[in-house]
C-alpha cells in the first residue's frame, strides 16, 4: 500500500540619470582696472562713513534661543493594502492560492465541499508548478475523489511533486516502482525514490532504503550503512526502525553489540506501539 501522503507546509534597478557635461571656468578672479577719471572723481568724494554698529540685544536669563528648523511634521501611518483573497490570487496566476483554495474546498474550510472543484484547482496549480498541487492531484486521482480514478495519471503527478521536493511524493513513487503499482516494475528506480524521500527525511523512505542496504535486496549489501538509515528514521518517530536498530546493537549487526543501546532501542519502539519490540526489551531487561 501506498503511505498516505500529506502537505508539508516559501529588485528594482537603479537608474542613471545623464548630468550636463562640466565646462571649465576660464574667466579671471581679478576685477577691471579703472581709468584715470574715474579714479579722480573717485577721490572728490567724500569717504563714506562706516555703519554704526547695533547694539546687541540681551537675552533674559534662562530664554532658549529660537529653533532654527522647524520641526518636520509627523507622517500620518499608511493602511497596508489588503491582501487579495485566494479565488483572486489563484485567477491572477498564483499557483500556491491555488493550491490552498483547492484545499479549503476539499476539507469545506469556510467553503461549501467541493470534490471535483478542488481536483481542477489542484490541476491547475500543478501546472504552475507548485509541487503542493502536485501531490494534492495525485491523492485525487489515485483515490477516484472529485476526478476519474486514474493510478497511472496519479503516478505522474507523484513523480512531478518529488521533482518538484515533496518527499513524501518521491517516497509513494518509489513504491509505486517497487510493487508495479501504475509504472512498470522496477527495483533500481524505487532505491533512487526512496533515497530522495530519505534525503527529504521522509522516516519511510530511509527505512525502505534501510531494508535494502541490510538485505542485499537490489542493492550491494552494506549493514553499517543499514544501521545508519535506521537510526535515522527511528530518529524521526519510525518504530520498526527503532526494533531493527535495537536488533542491530543486540545482535552485533553492523555495528558493534550495545546492550545499552538496544534497550534504548527497542523502548522507543515499544513506546510506538511495536509489540515485537516490547518482548524483545522485557526478555533483555531480565537478563540483568
Not at 550636463?20 to 581709468?35: G, I, L, N, Q, V
Not at 572728490?44 to 533674559?60: D, G, I, L, S, T
Not at 486521482?141 to 511524493?169: H, L, N, P, T
Request: glycine fraction near 10%; aromatic fraction near 6%.
Amino acid at each position: 500500500m501506498l503511505d498516505a501522503w500529506r502537505f508539508a507546509l516559501p529588485l528594482a534597478g537603479l537608474a542613471l540619470v545623464a548630468m550636463p557635461a562640466c565646462h571649465p571656468d576660464t574667466r579671471s578672479d581679478r576685477a577691471p582696472e579703472a581709468s584715470p577719471a574715474e579714479k579722480a572723481a573717485a577721490e572728490k568724494q567724500p569717504a563714506e562713513k562706516p555703519p554704526a554698529e547695533k547694539p546687541a540685544v540681551e537675552k533674559p536669563p534662562g530664554e532658549k534661543p529660537p529653533a532654527l528648523v522647524a520641526k518636520a511634521t509627523e507622517a500620518a501611518p499608511v493602511e497596508p493594502a489588503p491582501a487579495p483573497s485566494p479565488e483572486r490570487a489563484c485567477q491572477a496566476g498564483d499557483a500556491r492560492a491555488c493550491f490552498k483554495l483547492g484545499l479549503a474546498l476539499s476539507k469545506g474550510d469556510g467553503l461549501e465541499p467541493d470534490a471535483a472543484r478542488a481536483a481542477g484547482l489542484y490541476a491547475k496549480a500543478c501546472d504552475g508548478g507548485d509541487a503542493l498541487g502536485c501531490s494534492a492531484l495525485a491523492a485525487a486521482q489515485f483515490s477516484g475523489r472529485g476526478v476519474e480514478r486514474d493510478v497511472a495519471a496519479a503516478m505522474r503527478s507523484f513523480k512531478r511533486a518529488c521533482d518538484g521536493g515533496q518527499a513524501d511524493a518521491c517516497y509513494n513513487y518509489g513504491v509505486a516502482c517497487d510493487q508495479g503499482v501504475g509504472v512498470e516494475r522496477d527495483r533500481a528506480a524505487a532505491l533512487r525514490y526512496y533515497e530522495l524521500a530519505c534525503r527529504g527525511d521522509h522516516p519511510s523512505g530511509c527505512f525502505n532504503l534501510a531494508l535494502a542496504f541490510f538485505t542485499g535486496k537490489g542493492q550491494a549489501r552494506d549493514r553499517p550503512k543499514a544501521v545508519a538509515l535506521f537510526d535515522q528514521a527511528c530518529r524521526a518517530g519510525h518504530p520498526r526502525a527503532c526494533y531493527n536498530l535495537g536488533s542491530a546493537y543486540n545482535n552485533g549487526q553492523g555495528v558493534k553489540k550495545d546492550r545499552a543501546k538496544a534497550i534504548e532501542a527497542f523502548a522507543k519502539a515499544c513506546r510506538a506501539g511495536h509489540q515485537q519490540a516490547c518482548r524483545a526489551l522485557k526478555q533483555l531487561e531480565a537478563g540483568r
